[in-house]
Structure formats: structure tokens, C-alpha cells
């Protein structure tokens, strides 16, 4: 089953919507996926782990292996 931005991204990214400054709107399909690597790389151990930022809880491991999926699977909506 492919990843869907609509059931899949959007619940990760939305706890973190109102409280995260990026550029960027977090629920919007377009500016996430126009920014998906970005975001991978914020989001990552690979990348540090820089978001969200304390005192914000981390993204689950599984929600960030799920971004990557979508990632992978070229950011279905």
C-alpha cells in the first residue's frame, strides 16, 4: 500500500504545525512536497534531528520512516 500525504504525512506534520517556524505551510501538499527533502533532512537522525525543536517531542522513528517512504514513492498525494 503507497503512502498518501492526505492519511499519512499530514497527521505526522500536524502536531507540529502551529508550533514549528518554517517557511512553509506544514499542512499544505504542495509545500511539503516541494520541500520534502528539507524537511527529511530536519527531521532525520541522519540530519541531526534538528526538528522539532525542544521542547517539542520528537517525531517517531516510524513517522520519519514513513516521510521517507513518501519521499521514496514520489510524494503521492
Known amino acids: 500500500m503507497r503512502t498518501s500525504f492526505a492519511l499519512d504525512i499530514a497527521p505526522i506534520l500536524a502536531p507540529y504545525r502551529d508550533n514549528m517556524m518554517w517557511r512553509f505551510d506544514l499542512a499544505d501538499y504542495d509545500a511539503v512536497k516541494s520541500n520534502a527533502n528539507l524537511i527529511y533532512s530536519k527531521i532525520s537522525p541522519e540530519g541531526g534531528s534538528q526538528m522539532p525543536p525542544a521542547p517539542l517531542p ?19 498525494p
Not at 520528537?58 to 503521492?76: L, N, Q, Y
Open 58 to 76: 520528537p517525531i517517531e522513528p516510524s513517522g520519519v520512516e514513513t516521510f521517507k517512504t513518501w519521499i521514496d514513492e514520489a510524494c503521492p
